[in-house]
C-alpha cells in the first residue's frame, strides 16, 4: 500500500518541481540572492527565538495553513496544530535553550517559493536540571505569504539518543498527531 502512494505521490512532486523550477528562470540573480538573504534572516531570527524560548515568535515562523506537514525522525508527525502543541510545551517544559543554525542551503523556485535545509545544534536544560540536546538538521518549504517567508511544509532529523531503556524508538511525538489528539 505504501509503495502504491508512493508510484502515485512521487511523479506529482516531481512535476511540481519542475513546474516550480522553470518558474525560477524569471528571477535575476540579484533577485535570488536577495531572496536567500531575507531566508536566511528569517532562520536566524527563528534560531533566536527558540533560544529566547519565545512560543509566540517562534510560531510566526509557520504557516497556519490547512497542508502543513511535518515529519520527523523518519515518520510522519502531523500537522500545523502538531507544530503549534510540540512548541507550545517545549517552552514550557525547558527553563534554558541555546539553539544555532548552520550549513544552510537554500534554494529558490520562484519569488514566493523556496526550501531551505540547514544542522542545528542545540543544548537545554529542563526544570528538573536534566540536560538534553543534540545535532541534527532541519528541511523546510518555504512560502511568501504576507510579504514573510513561512514554513508550510518540514522534516527534521535529531541525532541523538532516540532509544528508551528497552531499545524501542522514543516516539515523543506520538501524541501529537491528528488522529492520537482526540484519545488525550
Known amino acids: 500500500m505504501k509503495w502504491m502512494r508512493l508510484r502515485i505521490i512521487l ?11 522553470s ?9 535570488v540572492e536577495q531572496i536567500k538573504k ?5 532562520a536566524e531570527k527563528q534560531a533566536t527565538d527558540l533560544q529566547n524560548l519565545d512560543y509566540e515568535q517562534i510560531m510566526t515562523f509557520y504557516a497556519d495553513v490547512d497542508d502543513f506537514i511535518v515529519y ?15 512548541w507550545k510545551s517545549f517552552t ?3 527553563k534554558e535553550n541555546t539553539w544555532t543554525f548552520s550549513n544552510p542551503k537554500i534554494h529558490v523556485f520562484n519569488k514566493d517559493v523556496a526550501s531551505l535545509l540547514v544542522e542545528f545544534d ?3 536544560t529542563h ?12 528541511s523546510f518549504g518555504l512560502q511568501k505569504i504576507e510579504s514573510d517567508w513561512k514554513v508550510v511544509t518540514m522534516h527534521v532529523t535529531h541525532n ?3 532509544f528508551d531503556e528497552n531499545g524501542e524508538i522514543r516516539k515523543w511525538w506520538i501524541n501529537l498527531m491528528p488522529e492520537n489528539r482526540e484519545k488525550n
Open 72 to 86: 520527523g525522525d523518519g515518520y510522519y508527525w502531523g500537522d500545523y496544530i502538531t507544530i503549534d502543541r510540540l
Open 160 to 162: 541523538y539518543d532516540v
Open 11 to 21: 511523479p506529482v512532486l516531481l512535476f511540481g518541481q519542475l513546474i516550480m523550477f
Open 122 to 124: 542545540h543544548h537545554r
Open 92 to 94: 514550557k517544559n525547558v
Open 38 to 42: 531575507e531566508i536566511i534572516q528569517r
Open 127 to 138: 526544570p528538573n536540571g536534566a540536560k538534553r540536546g543534540g545535532h541534527g538538521c532541519f
Open 23 to 31: 518558474q525560477n528562470e524569471n528571477l535575476t540573480e540579484k533577485e
